[in-house]
């Protein structure tokens, strides 16, 4: 188990970017985990949105980010990013990263949420 810290949510026009980090605290991910960002968006359950697997880099979109989001891995903070654009209202929500490992559906790592909100 071990601590993820996320940055980068806030404010953002339609149509504009945001680029969300989740960073391992006292450790680095290794090659036998996964990381997956998660939203919530008010009164909804929690959504997948992306997954990269952190040994072979392979990612993995739900069907409504496809296109618009990328996740990947951020070499100089040993992390992972969620680069959002072409932002819309229904991406508004508090956005979670999680650690698992590559083959389990439990995640024993969290982060704290960071919120990101889409004006009209």
């Known amino acids: 188990q071990v601590r993820l810290v996320e940055s980068g949510g806030g404010l953002v026009q339609v149509g504009g970017s945001l680029r969300l980090s989740c960073v391992p605290s006292?450790?680095?991910?290794?090659?036998?985990?996964?990381v997956v960002w998660f939203r919530q968006a008010p009164g909804k359950e929690r959504e997948f949105v992306a997954r990269?697997?952190?040994?072979?880099?392979?990612?993995y979109y739900t069907n409504s980010v496809k296109g618009r989001f990328a996740v990947g891995k951020d070499y100089y903070k040993n992390g992972v990013y969620l680069q959002m654009d072409s932002l819309k209202p229904a991406d508004t929500g508090v956005y979670y990263c999680?650690?698992?490992?590559?083959?389990?559906?439990?995640?024993?790592?969290w982060g704290q949420g960071t919120q990101v909100t889409v004006s009209s």
């Open positions: 990269i697997m952190w040994g072979d880099g392979t990612t």
């Open positions: 999680a650690a698992a490992r590559a083959t389990s559906v439990e995640f024993d790592s």
């Open positions: 006292g450790r680095t991910f290794d090659s036998t985990q996964k």
